[in-house]
């Protein structure tokens, strides 16, 4: 069944991730904010469980393990997690509760019963392949002497190209997902269809680059308070913080921190930032971040006002067109993609790293949360999350659909997003 192979490759990805952490290394939290590497080992089959088969009225194989791996913990300003290790249970029992959990929902996929089964499957699948990314980013922070070998890599040796803007037309742009209308699967936030005009504005070709971002670095824009939020200001000082996060300063020189290692700087990368060193920057050019609907526009609209399912047509997307579905550990430089481009031209739209805007995450009009998982979405509309669209290298495939839309905090450092400016 095409579910369960669905299912079977993503457990593939993320079974991968826990392998490349050594033994000794699976109670670390590289994260402060977040849970241990070991919460995850169960979380994803816990969630899996509660979802598919304790609503069928199946016996629990560990009660406390169906809650206690539950739910995960969204990134805070305030207290940190102080659990010990010890607190957690025995990697050896934990696996033990994951095969008989993934053997009871493979009976479950094979006794498909309902469109609701089909929608609990769905989030079943793109649930794991989201954590696929996370847990990549978790395990970014990881020491290298905690992994499993990988190649470090090498930076792009060509330099980074021309800074230039492209102007975007007045158009209209279709956000999120028909649910009358449109047989694909889409979270509960990807829902009501509805349109929005956009007026004219121009908006960079290419990601910003570490290259670009040095000059603002390197013009003081960590000391320079007019650029930044308040809270981003109050983030920077309090925390001594002086550049982007994956970037290291060793005698004078720059370094950039990948999976496995690090490497000269490349300037031709994008630069992954939080949101709120991906505004600073934008106020320090005279420009700013563009919005949802302005990324819409620039990545799937066109000059005949037709929409595309992907920035460059309707072809499903392969290696040809950008750096995604788990193919690299690392960026690309920004215009190693040509074939990526937009109707309008503007590159690496979609992959290589998700993309900040400046839209907060608030429900589309006419939203309705899924009645078996009402928080996924509804949680996060407090006001403090950003929408970021497109995908990283660690995005799977399917997540590169036009309405998919990803969120996380403006102080969150540790995400594999970059940014474009847009001047309206």
Same mark, same amino acid.
Request: charged residues 25%.
């Given at each position: 069944?095409?579910?369960?192979?669905?299912?079977?490759?993503?457990?593939?990805?993320?079974?991968?991730?826990?392998?490349?952490?050594?033994?000794?290394?699976?109670?670390?939290?590289?994260?402060?904010?977040?849970?241990?590497?070991?919460?995850?080992?169960?979380?994803?089959?816990?969630?899996?469980?509660?979802?598919?088969?304790?609503?069928?009225?199946?016996?629990?194989?560990?009660?406390?393990?169906?809650?206690?791996?539950?739910?995960?913990?969204?990134?805070?300003?305030?207290?940190?997690p102080?659990?010990?290790?010890?607190?957690?249970?025995?990697?050896?029992?934990?696996?033990q509760?994951?095969?008989?959990?993934?053997?009871?929902?493979?009976?479950?996929?094979?006794?498909?019963?309902?469109?609701?089964?089909?929608?609990?499957?769905?989030v079943?699948?793109e649930h794991?392949?989201?954590?696929?990314?996370?847990?990549?980013?978790?395990?970014?922070?990881?020491?290298?002497?905690?992994?499993?070998?990988?190649?470090?890599?090498?930076?792009?040796?060509?330099?980074?190209?021309?800074?230039?803007?492209?102007?975007?037309?007045?158009?209209?742009?279709?956000?999120?997902?028909?649910?009358?209308?449109?047989?694909?699967?889409?979270?509960?936030?990807?829902y009501?269809?509805?349109?929005?005009?956009?007026?004219?504005?121009?908006?960079?070709?290419?990601?910003?680059?570490?290259?670009?971002?040095?000059?603002?670095?390197?013009?003081?824009?960590?000391?320079?308070?007019?650029?930044?939020?308040?809270?981003?200001?109050?983030?920077?000082?309090?925390?001594?913080?002086?550049?982007?996060?994956?970037?290291?300063?060793?005698?004078?020189?720059?370094?950039?921190?990948?999976?496995?290692?690090?490497?000269?700087? @490349?300037? /031709?990368?994008?630069? *992954?930032?939080?949101? !709120?060193? +991906?505004?600073?920057? &934008?106020?320090?050019? %005279?420009?700013?971040?563009?919005?949802?609907?302005?990324?819409?526009?620039?990545?799937?609209?066109?000059?005949?006002?037709?929409?595309?399912?992907?920035?460059?047509?309707?072809?499903?997307?392969?290696?040809?067109?950008?750096?995604?579905?788990?193919?690299?550990?690392? @960026?690309? /430089?920004?215009?190693? *993609?040509?074939?990526? !481009?937009? +109707?309008?031209?503007? &590159?690496?739209?979609? %992959?290589?790293?998700?993309?900040?805007?400046?839209?907060?995450?608030?429900p589309?009009?006419?939203?309705?949360?899924?009645?078996?998982?009402?928080?996924?979405?509804?949680?996060?509309?407090?006001?403090?999350?950003?929408?970021m669209?497109?995908?990283?290298?660690?995005?799977?495939a399917?997540?590169?659909?036009?309405?998919?839309?990803?969120?996380?905090?403006?102080?969150?450092?540790?995400?594999?997003?970059?940014?474009?400016?847009v001047?309206?």
């Amino acid at each position: 069944m095409l579910f369960l192979q669905r299912l079977a490759n993503a457990r593939l990805i993320t079974d991968g991730l826990f392998d490349l952490v050594r033994p000794e290394a699976r109670y670390s939290r590289p994260i402060p904010e977040r849970h241990r590497i070991i919460f995850y080992l169960g979380h994803l089959e816990t969630f899996d469980w509660n979802l598919i088969c304790r609503d069928r009225g199946m016996d629990s194989f560990n009660a406390e393990f169906d809650r206690l791996f539950a739910f995960g913990i969204d990134p805070t300003d305030g207290a940190l997690p102080d659990d010990q290790p010890g607190d957690w249970p025995a990697e050896s029992d934990i696996r033990q509760y994951n095969r008989r959990v993934r053997d009871a929902v493979d009976r479950c996929v094979r006794e498909l019963r309902s469109d609701e089964d089909r929608l609990r499957f769905h989030v079943a699948i793109e649930h794991r392949l989201m954590h696929a990314e996370t847990l990549a980013y978790m395990l970014h922070w990881l020491p290298a002497r905690d992994k499993s070998a990988g190649s470090v890599g090498a930076g792009t040796a060509h330099p980074p190209p021309a800074r230039r803007s492209i102007e975007i037309p007045a158009g209209e742009v279709t956000l999120g997902l028909d649910a009358d209308g449109d047989p694909s699967f889409g979270w509960d936030n990807e829902y009501k269809a509805h349109t929005v005009r956009v007026p004219a504005f121009s908006i960079d070709v290419f990601s910003v680059t570490n290259h670009e971002y040095l000059k603002f670095l390197e013009a003081g824009g960590y000391q320079t308070q007019e650029f930044w939020s308040d809270s981003g200001w109050n983030w920077i000082s309090s925390s001594n913080i002086g550049h982007p996060r994956f970037w290291r300063r060793r005698d004078g020189e720059w370094f950039y921190r990948t999976m496995f290692g690090e490497i000269p700087l @490349p300037l /031709a990368w994008p630069v *992954y930032v939080s949101h !709120a060193e +991906a505004e600073a920057y &934008a106020r320090w050019a %005279g420009k700013s971040l563009p919005t949802e609907a302005q990324f819409h526009r620039a990545a799937y609209g066109s000059p005949d006002e037709a929409e595309r399912l992907y920035p460059w047509g309707s072809t499903p997307p392969d290696a040809s067109r950008g750096n995604f579905n788990f193919t690299s550990w690392a @960026p690309a /430089a920004v215009d190693a *993609y040509p074939g990526g !481009a937009s +109707a309008f031209g503007v &590159a690496e739209l979609v %992959g290589n790293g998700y993309e900040w805007t400046s839209t907060l995450f608030k429900p589309f009009p006419g939203f309705k949360p899924f009645p078996f998982y009402p928080g996924y979405s509804a949680n996060f509309f407090d006001g403090n999350h950003y929408v970021m669209k497109g995908g990283s290298p660690r995005t799977a495939a399917v997540l590169l659909r036009r309405s998919f839309r990803n969120w996380f905090q403006p102080l969150y450092p540790y995400v594999y997003a970059k940014f474009r400016c847009v001047e309206n």
